[in-house]
């Protein structure tokens, strides 16, 4: 049996769900799967729950007796919420304790680390006692739903621009970026998080007749009519990728400086440096590069689709059960 620890963060944002979601969609193939899930994270619970999974809700606390009912199992951790006793109590009470993180700052006490990020390297990681480390796109999770569209075609003309900073700390780059695309001649598809400052104002007062605002629910169906995507998501690069979609990525927090450089290497992406020192009219200087060079776009769309257009869900999924047995 599989426990998944998963929560969604303002650092984050909804990545760790969705993932944590598409991968226990190929484990309850072989093995049963309840989420552990704090009770103020309203988003994990809903939308774990409207995807058919049993899903347990705990207050702060809760889950060091929860998890006494699952003596033996083995869980899989997605979170960045620090909880010593509750670490230690996996350690005496269960089988296998399984991370999955971009956090190369902490140690873990683990049997196994997974690291989906492109260009992670296991001695990035700090673990103790005998750890096994899994890095890299091997162990990219993306959502069937990617992985079942069909390659984008790459167009001559750039129609539809769609923009998902994920910004929530502040809102000062978003504005900035709608300001801008006011300007020119493509039409924006807009995504706001949920929690990003001021939503409601950026709503009333910052639209035009070439913008339009949406919620992070429509992304899977917005993409099938845009030719390029500023992201600021992690995650959302790897399931574009997964179906051709060039991009531009913007590096909200300095932790992302080194897979923004590895993108760029590998021509995955275009990248932008860290958000407050590299201004919004770098970002959309940059668009307006890419909307102009086709053939970038091809060569874009052709690595991504050779890294990211594979089952590495699915076999992420029977390497796990293969490892906790």
């Not at 303002?10 to 552990?36: N, Q, W």
């Not at 993180?101 to 989906?116: C, F, G, Q």
Request: aromatic fraction near 6%; charged fraction near 30%; include cysteine.
């Amino acid at each position: 049996m599989l426990i998944i620890k998963v929560e969604s963060t303002r650092l984050g944002g909804a990545d760790p769900v969705y993932r944590m979601g598409a991968l226990a969609r190929e484990l309850i193939k072989s093995t049963e799967v309840v989420f552990l899930c704090r009770e103020a994270d309203r988003f994990a619970n809903e939308y774990l729950t409207e995807q058919g999974f049993n899903v347990i809700s705990y207050a702060d606390g809760e889950h060091n007796d929860i998890i006494r009912n699952y003596i033996g199992a083995t869980i899989i951790i997605d979170s960045r919420e620090k909880v010593g006793k509750f670490d230690e109590n996996c350690r005496v009470l269960l089988h296998k304790i399984i991370y999955v993180t971009e956090d190369t700052k902490r140690s873990y006490r683990a049997d196994l680390v997974i690291n989906p990020t492109a260009g992670a390297n296991s001695r990035d990681h700090m673990t103790i006692g005998n750890c096994e480390k899994w890095t890299g796109t091997d162990y990219t999770i993306i959502r069937r739903a990617y992985l079942e569209k069909p390659v984008m075609r790459i167009n001559d003309n750039v129609k539809n621009v769609l923009i998902v900073l994920g910004e929530v700390q502040s809102n000062t780059i978003t504005r900035q970026v709608i300001d801008y695309a006011k300007k020119m001649e493509h039409n924006f598809k807009i995504v706001l998080d949920k929690d990003i400052k001021q939503r409601n104002q950026i709503l009333l007062k910052c639209g035009a007749s070439n913008i339009t605002f949406h919620e992070p629910d429509e992304i899977e169906t917005l993409v099938d009519d845009c030719d390029i995507t500023i992201c600021g998501g992690l995650n959302l690069i790897y399931e574009l990728g997964a179906m051709g979609m060039p991009v531009i990525f913007v590096v909200l927090t300095r932790e992302k400086v080194t897979l923004g450089k590895h993108l760029l290497k590998e021509n995955l992406a275009e990248a932008i440096g860290i958000v407050g020192i590299v201004e919004a009219s770098e970002i959309m200087k940059n668009l307006n590069r890419l909307v102009l060079n086709y053939d970038k776009r091809l060569t874009l769309q052709k690595a991504m689709i050779n890294e990211f257009r594979k089952n590495s869900t699915e076999r992420l999924a029977h390497d796990i059960t293969k490892f906790i047995k």
